[in-house]
T-cell receptor, first 111, second 115 residues
């Protein structure tokens, strides 16, 4: 079973700060997902990556397959970035593709 | 394309009652997943459909839980004889495997409170 660990569990930042959230996993994967969950429950997919680096606006996600580690960076953070960020790893076995989730990182960005 | 929808968004029920939730995936998505999320935890896999076939069920899905996807479109998740431990957010996600992409699109969830 894949274990997914995120750090930190909670993060408070001032508007404009550079944010880093880390994710480690224990077993080889097909892809890693970064998800954003706002109060009320809805989950939005931010990135899915299996190697290297992806960028979307102020968000950057990197993954190191050898070290089984990924980071999500937010540049020039804004209060609207406040949310829970969840790392999930996916493994494709046979016909199924199943996600194992971390517990999430609660980010609060203060104005 | 309106995204994944779930109904109801909130459900309060008394212990011992049966509840049923519905998920409407993105049209033409052939895979549909159910997850459960308790407070302070990440979602946990419950079950998965490819078209109308239920291909995998987690050990978390006790005999009181049943899921269907009768025509390969919407899905229902029923919990019989609810217990307080069933209180959680129930999330549905859908995906269409294409070109090796496994991206899942999540619905807003149904929050269940068992009193």
């Amino acid at each position: 079973k894949n274990e997914v660990e995120q750090s930190p569990q909670n993060l408070t930042a001032q508007e404009g700060e550079f944010i880093t959230i880390n994710c480690s996993y224990s077993v080889g994967i097909s892809a890693l997902h970064w998800l954003q969950q706002h109060p009320g429950g809805g989950i939005v997919s931010l990135f899915m990556l299996s190697s290297g680096k992806k960028k979307h606006g102020r968000l950057i996600a990197t993954i190191n397959i050898q070290e089984k580690h990924s980071s999500l960076h937010i540049t020039a953070s804004h209060p609207r970035d406040s949310a829970v960020y969840i790392c999930a790893v996916g493994f494709s076995g046979g016909s199924n593709y199943k996600l194992t989730f971390g517990k999430g990182t609660l980010l609060t960005v203060n104005p | 394309d309106t995204g994944v929808s779930q109904d109801p968004r909130h459900k309060i029920t008394k212990r011992g009652q049966n509840v049923t939730f519905r998920c409407d995936p993105i049209s033409e998505h052939n895979r549909l997943y159910w997850y459960r999320q308790t407070l302070g935890q990440g979602p946990e896999f419950l079950t998965y459909f490819q078209n109308e076939a239920q291909l995998e069920k987690s050990r978390l899905l006790s005999d009181r839980f049943s899921a269907e996807r009768p025509k390969g479109s919407f899905s229902t998740l029923e919990i019989q004889r609810t217990e307080q431990g069933d209180s959680a957010m129930y999330l549905c996600a859908s995906s269409r495997v294409r070109d090796g992409s496994y991206e899942q699109y999540f619905g807003p969830g149904t929050r269940l409170t068992v009193t």
